[in-house]
């Protein structure tokens, strides 16, 4: 399991805290990215390592972060 898989695991998580559904798509991503729909909210992460700056605005981008 590499560091982006661990980071989708962790984004599910907090997507069931707060009760919101989750979903996240290879096959729709472009190249090796994935699409990850939280709630009614959509981002696309990419396909190298998540650093923490990128992590946050993904989480801001999906409204995990308060």
């Known amino acids: 399991m590499d560091k982006r898989d661990i980071f989708i695991a962790e984004l599910r998580d907090e997507a069931r805290r707060k009760g ?3 979903r996240a798509e290879k096959r729709r991503g472009k190249g090796g990215h994935m699409m990850v729909y939280v709630g009614n ?3 696309t992460v990419p ?3 998540i ?3 990128t992590a946050r605005k993904i989480r801001k981008q999906l409204g995990l972060v308060d």
């Open 51 to 53: 650093d923490p700056k």
């Open 47 to 49: 396909s190298r390592e």
């Open 41 to 43: 909210r959509l981002t």
């Open 20 to 22: 919101l559904s989750f």
